[in-house]
Protein backbone atom coordinates (compact mmCIF):
# COMPACT_ATOMS: atom_id res chain seq x y z
CA UNK A 1 0.00 0.00 0.00
CA UNK A 2 1.60 3.15 -1.06
CA UNK A 3 2.28 6.42 1.23
CA UNK A 4 -0.44 8.57 -0.62
CA UNK A 5 -3.38 5.65 -0.32
CA UNK A 6 -2.57 5.86 3.54
CA UNK A 7 -3.06 9.48 3.48
CA UNK A 8 -6.49 9.13 1.50
CA UNK A 9 -7.43 6.62 4.01
CA UNK A 10 -6.41 8.85 6.75
CA UNK A 11 -7.99 11.75 5.11
CA UNK A 12 -11.91 9.55 4.86
CA UNK A 13 -11.19 8.61 8.78
CA UNK A 14 -10.69 12.10 9.73
CA UNK A 15 -13.66 13.58 7.78
CA UNK A 16 -15.85 10.70 9.23
CA UNK A 17 -14.77 11.56 12.59
CA UNK A 18 -15.29 15.05 12.33
CA UNK A 19 -18.66 14.19 10.88
CA UNK A 20 -19.63 12.11 13.84
CA UNK A 21 -18.46 14.36 16.65
CA UNK A 22 -20.07 17.45 14.98
CA UNK A 23 -23.20 15.86 13.92
CA UNK A 24 -22.85 18.53 10.85
CA UNK A 25 -22.27 18.68 7.23
CA UNK A 26 -21.70 22.59 5.96
CA UNK A 27 -23.44 22.44 1.95
CA UNK A 28 -24.31 25.57 -0.04
CA UNK A 29 -25.53 25.91 -3.44
CA UNK A 30 -23.19 27.41 -6.04
CA UNK A 31 -23.32 28.08 -10.10
CA UNK A 32 -21.03 28.74 -12.60
CA UNK A 33 -20.24 32.05 -13.29
CA UNK A 34 -19.04 32.99 -16.65
CA UNK A 35 -18.90 37.03 -16.10
CA UNK A 36 -14.98 36.16 -16.22
CA UNK A 37 -12.96 35.04 -19.45
CA UNK A 38 -13.25 31.90 -17.51
CA UNK A 39 -16.14 29.97 -15.64
CA UNK A 40 -15.94 29.76 -12.02
CA UNK A 41 -17.65 28.39 -9.36
CA UNK A 42 -19.70 31.17 -7.07
CA UNK A 43 -22.57 31.01 -4.88
CA UNK A 44 -23.49 34.63 -4.86
CA UNK A 45 -26.93 35.04 -4.61
CA UNK A 46 -27.96 31.54 -4.24
CA UNK A 47 -29.07 30.17 -1.14
CA UNK A 48 -29.79 26.53 0.23
CA UNK A 49 -33.82 25.95 0.89
CA UNK A 50 -34.07 22.20 1.81
CA UNK A 51 -32.66 18.88 1.02
CA UNK A 52 -30.73 16.44 3.31
CA UNK A 53 -26.94 14.84 2.60
CA UNK A 54 -28.24 12.88 -0.65
CA UNK A 55 -29.68 16.32 -2.71
CA UNK A 56 -30.17 20.06 -2.30
CA UNK A 57 -33.24 22.02 -3.01
CA UNK A 58 -31.41 25.50 -3.96
CA UNK A 59 -33.00 29.11 -5.05
CA UNK A 60 -30.45 31.66 -7.10
CA UNK A 61 -31.40 35.13 -7.61
CA UNK A 62 -29.40 36.11 -10.98
CA UNK A 63 -28.73 39.56 -11.35
CA UNK A 64 -29.52 39.86 -14.75
CA UNK A 65 -30.53 43.49 -16.47
CA UNK A 66 -31.93 44.52 -19.79
CA UNK A 67 -28.83 46.15 -21.09
CA UNK A 68 -27.54 42.19 -22.07
CA UNK A 69 -29.77 42.21 -24.94
CA UNK A 70 -27.28 44.85 -26.89
CA UNK A 71 -23.90 43.96 -25.15
CA UNK A 72 -21.35 42.69 -27.48
CA UNK A 73 -18.18 42.84 -25.26
CA UNK A 74 -18.31 41.41 -21.63
CA UNK A 75 -18.46 43.10 -18.93
CA UNK A 76 -17.97 42.88 -15.43
CA UNK A 77 -20.36 45.26 -12.87
CA UNK A 78 -19.98 45.34 -8.97
CA UNK A 79 -22.56 44.12 -7.09
CA UNK A 80 -24.40 47.59 -6.75
CA UNK A 81 -24.44 48.35 -10.25
CA UNK A 82 -25.76 45.11 -11.48
CA UNK A 83 -28.32 45.17 -8.34
CA UNK A 84 -29.43 49.21 -9.61
CA UNK A 85 -29.79 48.03 -13.19
CA UNK A 86 -31.37 44.96 -12.03
CA UNK A 87 -34.43 46.47 -10.08
CA UNK A 88 -33.96 49.27 -13.30
CA UNK A 89 -34.95 46.08 -15.68
CA UNK A 90 -37.69 44.81 -13.55
CA UNK A 91 -39.52 47.98 -12.56
CA UNK A 92 -39.16 49.69 -15.84
CA UNK A 93 -40.43 46.52 -17.76
CA UNK A 94 -43.19 46.22 -15.37
CA UNK A 95 -44.47 49.64 -15.77
CA UNK A 96 -44.20 49.29 -19.54
CA UNK A 97 -46.22 45.77 -19.92
CA UNK A 98 -49.03 47.26 -17.78
CA UNK A 99 -48.72 50.43 -20.24
CA UNK A 100 -48.58 48.47 -23.08
CA UNK A 101 -51.71 46.20 -22.30
CA UNK A 102 -53.82 49.18 -21.44
CA UNK A 103 -52.52 50.52 -25.16
CA UNK A 104 -53.79 47.44 -27.23
CA UNK A 105 -57.22 47.44 -25.44
CA UNK A 106 -57.51 50.91 -26.18
CA UNK A 107 -57.05 50.10 -29.63
CA UNK A 108 -59.15 47.32 -29.90
CA UNK A 109 -62.10 49.39 -28.30
CA UNK A 110 -61.60 52.11 -30.65
CA UNK A 111 -61.34 49.80 -33.52
CA UNK A 112 -64.88 50.54 -35.08
CA UNK A 113 -64.09 54.58 -35.34
CA UNK A 114 -62.71 55.12 -38.68
CA UNK A 115 -59.00 57.45 -37.58
CA UNK A 116 -58.30 54.21 -35.09
CA UNK A 117 -59.05 51.96 -38.16
CA UNK A 118 -56.09 53.20 -39.84
CA UNK A 119 -52.85 51.46 -40.60
CA UNK A 120 -50.56 53.51 -38.54
CA UNK A 121 -52.23 52.82 -35.39
CA UNK A 122 -52.90 48.80 -36.95
CA UNK A 123 -48.79 49.53 -36.83
CA UNK A 124 -48.68 50.62 -33.46
CA UNK A 125 -50.73 47.58 -32.01
CA UNK A 126 -48.46 45.39 -33.49
CA UNK A 127 -45.29 47.07 -32.49
CA UNK A 128 -46.77 47.21 -29.11
CA UNK A 129 -47.63 43.32 -28.94
CA UNK A 130 -44.04 42.71 -30.11
CA UNK A 131 -42.48 44.58 -27.16
CA UNK A 132 -45.24 42.98 -24.36
CA UNK A 133 -44.35 39.78 -25.52
CA UNK A 134 -40.92 40.20 -26.05
CA UNK A 135 -40.73 42.19 -21.97
CA UNK A 136 -43.02 39.52 -20.63
CA UNK A 137 -40.37 36.40 -21.47
CA UNK A 138 -37.35 38.86 -20.70
CA UNK A 139 -38.54 38.73 -17.29
CA UNK A 140 -39.57 35.03 -17.12
CA UNK A 141 -36.41 34.82 -18.37
CA UNK A 142 -34.46 35.45 -15.19
CA UNK A 143 -35.67 32.88 -13.47
CA UNK A 144 -34.18 30.47 -15.27
CA UNK A 145 -31.06 28.56 -15.27
CA UNK A 146 -28.28 28.99 -18.19
CA UNK A 147 -27.96 25.53 -20.20
CA UNK A 148 -31.41 24.04 -19.59
CA UNK A 149 -33.59 23.39 -21.84
CA UNK A 150 -36.52 26.12 -21.08
CA UNK A 151 -33.62 28.56 -20.65
CA UNK A 152 -32.52 27.77 -24.43
CA UNK A 153 -36.12 27.86 -25.46
CA UNK A 154 -36.79 31.40 -23.82
CA UNK A 155 -33.24 32.41 -25.63
CA UNK A 156 -34.96 31.84 -28.87
CA UNK A 157 -37.96 33.05 -28.12
CA UNK A 158 -36.81 36.07 -27.03
CA UNK A 159 -34.33 36.51 -30.29
CA UNK A 160 -37.35 36.07 -31.96
CA UNK A 161 -39.84 38.62 -30.46
CA UNK A 162 -36.96 41.44 -29.82
CA UNK A 163 -36.04 40.93 -33.68
CA UNK A 164 -40.13 41.58 -34.52
CA UNK A 165 -40.10 44.86 -32.51
CA UNK A 166 -37.40 46.00 -34.25
CA UNK A 167 -39.17 45.49 -37.64
CA UNK A 168 -42.26 47.12 -36.50
CA UNK A 169 -40.18 49.84 -35.69
CA UNK A 170 -38.59 49.36 -39.00
CA UNK A 171 -42.14 49.62 -40.39
CA UNK A 172 -43.12 52.88 -38.16
CA UNK A 173 -40.55 54.42 -39.42
CA UNK A 174 -40.77 53.36 -43.29
CA UNK A 175 -44.63 54.64 -43.17
CA UNK A 176 -43.83 57.85 -41.58
CA UNK A 177 -41.48 58.27 -44.28
CA UNK A 178 -44.24 57.53 -46.76
CA UNK A 179 -46.76 60.27 -45.26
CA UNK A 180 -44.20 62.64 -44.89
CA UNK A 181 -41.22 63.05 -46.83
CA UNK A 182 -42.06 60.92 -50.02
CA UNK A 183 -45.46 60.18 -50.92
CA UNK A 184 -46.08 57.16 -52.78
CA UNK A 185 -48.69 54.21 -53.00
CA UNK A 186 -52.02 53.42 -51.17
CA UNK A 187 -52.24 52.09 -47.72
CA UNK A 188 -53.90 48.65 -48.36
CA UNK A 189 -51.00 48.12 -51.11
CA UNK A 190 -48.13 48.24 -48.23
CA UNK A 191 -50.49 46.31 -45.81
CA UNK A 192 -48.64 43.01 -46.84
CA UNK A 193 -45.19 44.15 -47.36
CA UNK A 194 -45.76 45.65 -43.67
CA UNK A 195 -46.54 41.66 -42.41
CA UNK A 196 -43.89 40.48 -44.25
CA UNK A 197 -41.33 42.74 -42.66
CA UNK A 198 -43.19 43.04 -39.61
CA UNK A 199 -43.18 39.33 -38.68
CA UNK A 200 -41.48 37.10 -41.42
CA UNK A 201 -37.93 39.00 -41.61
CA UNK A 202 -37.48 38.11 -38.00
CA UNK A 203 -38.57 34.67 -38.44
CA UNK A 204 -36.23 33.79 -41.44
CA UNK A 205 -33.48 35.54 -39.24
CA UNK A 206 -33.96 33.47 -36.15
CA UNK A 207 -34.68 30.10 -38.20
CA UNK A 208 -31.20 30.70 -40.06
CA UNK A 209 -29.66 31.52 -36.78
CA UNK A 210 -30.74 28.50 -34.69
CA UNK A 211 -30.28 25.96 -37.67
CA UNK A 212 -26.50 27.27 -37.61
CA UNK A 213 -25.41 27.89 -33.86
CA UNK A 214 -28.44 26.33 -31.49
CA UNK A 215 -26.05 25.80 -29.05
CA UNK A 216 -25.02 29.53 -28.70
CA UNK A 217 -28.52 30.30 -27.07
CA UNK A 218 -28.83 29.88 -23.49
CA UNK A 219 -25.57 28.90 -22.39
CA UNK A 220 -23.34 31.67 -21.01
CA UNK A 221 -24.98 33.60 -17.79
CA UNK A 222 -28.91 34.29 -18.79
CA UNK A 223 -31.03 33.28 -21.45
CA UNK A 224 -29.84 34.58 -24.65
CA UNK A 225 -27.33 34.94 -27.30
CA UNK A 226 -23.48 33.71 -26.64
CA UNK A 227 -21.22 36.73 -26.83
CA UNK A 228 -18.15 34.06 -27.40
CA UNK A 229 -18.44 33.04 -31.15
CA UNK A 230 -20.61 36.65 -31.97
CA UNK A 231 -24.53 34.85 -31.72
CA UNK A 232 -25.38 38.04 -30.48
CA UNK A 233 -24.58 39.58 -33.70
CA UNK A 234 -27.75 38.10 -35.08
CA UNK A 235 -29.56 39.93 -32.90
CA UNK A 236 -27.00 43.54 -33.11
CA UNK A 237 -26.60 43.47 -36.35
CA UNK A 238 -30.41 43.65 -37.87
CA UNK A 239 -31.32 46.15 -34.94
CA UNK A 240 -28.52 48.41 -35.58
CA UNK A 241 -29.53 48.28 -39.43
CA UNK A 242 -32.82 49.12 -38.47
CA UNK A 243 -31.39 52.59 -35.71
CA UNK A 244 -29.74 53.95 -38.85
CA UNK A 245 -32.56 54.00 -40.84
CA UNK A 246 -34.76 55.21 -38.72
CA UNK A 247 -32.58 58.26 -37.20
CA UNK A 248 -32.48 58.98 -40.77
CA UNK A 249 -35.92 59.01 -41.53
CA UNK A 250 -36.13 61.26 -38.10
CA UNK A 251 -33.68 63.69 -39.42
CA UNK A 252 -35.62 64.02 -42.47
CA UNK A 253 -38.69 64.30 -40.75
CA UNK A 254 -37.24 67.38 -38.17
CA UNK A 255 -36.19 69.08 -41.65
CA UNK A 256 -39.61 69.56 -42.74
CA UNK A 257 -41.02 70.34 -39.32
CA UNK A 258 -38.55 73.03 -38.76
CA UNK A 259 -39.72 74.14 -42.21
CA UNK A 260 -43.32 74.32 -41.37
CA UNK A 261 -42.37 76.14 -38.05
CA UNK A 262 -40.50 78.70 -39.92
CA UNK A 263 -43.18 79.26 -42.51
CA UNK A 264 -45.98 79.48 -39.89
CA UNK A 265 -43.55 82.30 -38.13
CA UNK A 266 -43.39 83.84 -40.77
CA UNK A 267 -47.16 84.00 -41.77
CA UNK A 268 -48.36 84.06 -38.17
CA UNK A 269 -45.64 84.92 -35.76
CA UNK A 270 -45.66 81.56 -34.13
CA UNK A 271 -42.53 81.21 -32.91
CA UNK A 272 -42.51 78.16 -31.22
CA UNK A 273 -40.89 76.21 -34.15
CA UNK A 274 -37.94 74.84 -31.53
CA UNK A 275 -40.65 73.82 -29.13
CA UNK A 276 -42.52 71.84 -31.80
CA UNK A 277 -39.51 70.46 -33.04
CA UNK A 278 -38.57 69.11 -30.00
CA UNK A 279 -42.08 67.72 -29.17
CA UNK A 280 -42.39 65.80 -32.40
CA UNK A 281 -38.61 64.27 -32.02
CA UNK A 282 -40.07 62.98 -28.20
CA UNK A 283 -43.21 61.95 -29.78
CA UNK A 284 -41.15 59.54 -32.94
CA UNK A 285 -38.58 58.50 -30.58
CA UNK A 286 -40.66 55.38 -28.95
CA UNK A 287 -42.05 53.99 -32.06
CA UNK A 288 -38.29 54.19 -34.18
CA UNK A 289 -36.27 52.29 -31.14
CA UNK A 290 -33.11 54.97 -31.58
CA UNK A 291 -32.58 55.03 -27.72
CA UNK A 292 -31.27 51.37 -28.20
CA UNK A 293 -28.36 52.73 -29.46
CA UNK A 294 -26.71 53.29 -25.85
CA UNK A 295 -26.64 49.96 -25.87
CA UNK A 296 -23.74 49.57 -28.29
CA UNK A 297 -22.17 52.36 -26.89
CA UNK A 298 -21.41 50.46 -23.51
CA UNK A 299 -18.65 48.77 -24.17
CA UNK A 300 -16.59 48.84 -20.98
CA UNK A 301 -16.38 50.04 -17.58
CA UNK A 302 -15.66 53.70 -18.33
CA UNK A 303 -19.23 53.74 -20.27
CA UNK A 304 -21.18 52.40 -17.26
CA UNK A 305 -23.64 55.58 -17.45
CA UNK A 306 -24.91 54.33 -21.69
CA UNK A 307 -25.94 51.45 -19.90
CA UNK A 308 -28.06 53.17 -17.30
CA UNK A 309 -29.27 55.20 -20.17
CA UNK A 310 -29.84 51.87 -21.62
CA UNK A 311 -31.84 50.30 -19.23
CA UNK A 312 -33.80 53.01 -18.29
CA UNK A 313 -35.20 54.51 -21.66
CA UNK A 314 -35.64 51.26 -23.49
CA UNK A 315 -37.08 49.31 -19.98
CA UNK A 316 -39.89 52.20 -20.52
CA UNK A 317 -39.94 51.77 -24.40
CA UNK A 318 -43.60 50.48 -23.55
CA UNK A 319 -44.83 53.80 -21.43
CA UNK A 320 -43.52 55.94 -23.31
CA UNK A 321 -45.75 54.29 -26.72
CA UNK A 322 -48.59 54.34 -24.29
CA UNK A 323 -48.38 58.28 -23.38
CA UNK A 324 -47.40 59.74 -26.86
CA UNK A 325 -49.46 57.71 -28.83
CA UNK A 326 -52.70 56.54 -26.75
CA UNK A 327 -52.64 59.24 -23.79
CA UNK A 328 -52.07 62.44 -25.20
CA UNK A 329 -52.71 61.64 -28.73
CA UNK A 330 -55.82 63.59 -29.58
CA UNK A 331 -56.60 61.78 -32.02
CA UNK A 332 -57.13 58.73 -29.64
CA UNK A 333 -59.10 61.43 -27.30
CA UNK A 334 -61.63 62.41 -29.71
CA UNK A 335 -61.90 58.82 -30.83
CA UNK A 336 -63.03 58.00 -26.88
CA UNK A 337 -65.20 60.83 -26.45
CA UNK A 338 -66.98 59.77 -29.68
CA UNK A 339 -66.92 55.86 -28.43
CA UNK A 340 -68.67 57.44 -24.65
CA UNK A 341 -71.40 59.45 -26.33
CA UNK A 342 -72.44 56.08 -28.80
CA UNK A 343 -72.02 53.57 -25.59
CA UNK A 344 -74.31 56.52 -23.93
CA UNK A 345 -76.96 56.73 -26.58
CA UNK A 346 -77.21 53.00 -26.67
CA UNK A 347 -77.27 52.36 -23.15
CA UNK A 348 -80.57 55.16 -23.21
CA UNK A 349 -81.56 53.01 -25.62
CA UNK A 350 -82.24 55.67 -28.04
CA UNK A 351 -82.17 53.79 -31.91
CA UNK A 352 -81.66 54.95 -35.03
CA UNK A 353 -79.83 58.89 -33.90
CA UNK A 354 -77.95 61.10 -36.23
CA UNK A 355 -74.49 61.33 -34.10
CA UNK A 356 -72.62 64.11 -34.94
CA UNK A 357 -69.41 63.22 -37.08
CA UNK A 358 -66.85 64.39 -34.52
CA UNK A 359 -63.71 66.30 -35.72
CA UNK A 360 -60.35 65.87 -34.47
CA UNK A 361 -58.25 68.47 -33.47
CA UNK A 362 -55.30 66.59 -34.79
CA UNK A 363 -53.46 68.19 -38.12
CA UNK A 364 -56.15 66.09 -40.66
CA UNK A 365 -55.63 66.88 -44.55
CA UNK A 366 -57.72 69.19 -46.09
CA UNK A 367 -61.31 68.06 -46.70
CA UNK A 368 -63.71 69.18 -49.22
CA UNK A 369 -60.76 70.90 -50.86
CA UNK A 370 -60.69 73.81 -47.81
CA UNK A 371 -56.69 73.71 -47.21
CA UNK A 372 -55.77 74.79 -43.41
CA UNK A 373 -54.66 78.53 -43.45
CA UNK A 374 -51.57 77.92 -41.53
CA UNK A 375 -50.42 75.11 -44.24
CA UNK A 376 -51.43 76.89 -47.30
CA UNK A 377 -47.89 78.47 -47.38
CA UNK A 378 -45.86 75.15 -47.99
CA UNK A 379 -44.82 73.23 -50.66
CA UNK A 380 -45.40 69.77 -52.29
CA UNK A 381 -45.21 67.79 -49.01
CA UNK A 382 -47.92 69.76 -47.46
CA UNK A 383 -50.61 66.85 -47.89
CA UNK A 384 -48.72 64.24 -46.51
CA UNK A 385 -47.31 66.30 -43.85
CA UNK A 386 -51.04 67.17 -42.85
CA UNK A 387 -51.05 63.56 -41.98
CA UNK A 388 -48.41 63.28 -39.89
CA UNK A 389 -48.00 60.89 -36.82
CA UNK A 390 -47.83 64.45 -34.55
CA UNK A 391 -51.29 64.38 -32.96
CA UNK A 392 -49.17 64.84 -29.57
CA UNK A 393 -47.65 67.92 -30.60
Known amino acids: MTNSTLCEESSKDQQMQAMNKSNKVNLYCAFLDYSSKEGIWSN????RSGGNLSYSVCLCNHLTNFAILMQVVPMELSKAHQVALSTISYIGCSISIFCLAITLVTFAILSSVSTIRNQRYHIHANLSFAILVAQILLLISFRFEPATLPCKVMAVLLHFFFLSAFAWMLVEGLHL??????VFGSEGSKHFYYYSVGWGSPL?????????????YGEEGNCWLSLKNGAIWAFVAPALFVI????????????????IS???????GDANAVKLTAKAVAVLLPILGISWIFGVLAINDQSLLFQYMFAVFNSLQGFFIFLFHCLLNSEVRAAFKHKTKVWTLTSSSIRNINVKPFN?????GPRGGVIPTKMNT??????????MDLSAV
Do not use: F, P, Q
Not at 44 to 47: F, K, W
Not at 205 to 210: E, L, Q, T, W, Y
Not at 378 to 387: E, G, I, L, Q, V
Open 360 to 364: SDVMN
Open 177 to 182: YSMVVK
Open 204 to 216: LICVVSVTSALSS
Open 262 to 268: AENYKVH
Open 244 to 259: MVNIGILIAVTRIISR
Open 44 to 47: EGCV
Open 378 to 387: WDKSTNSANR
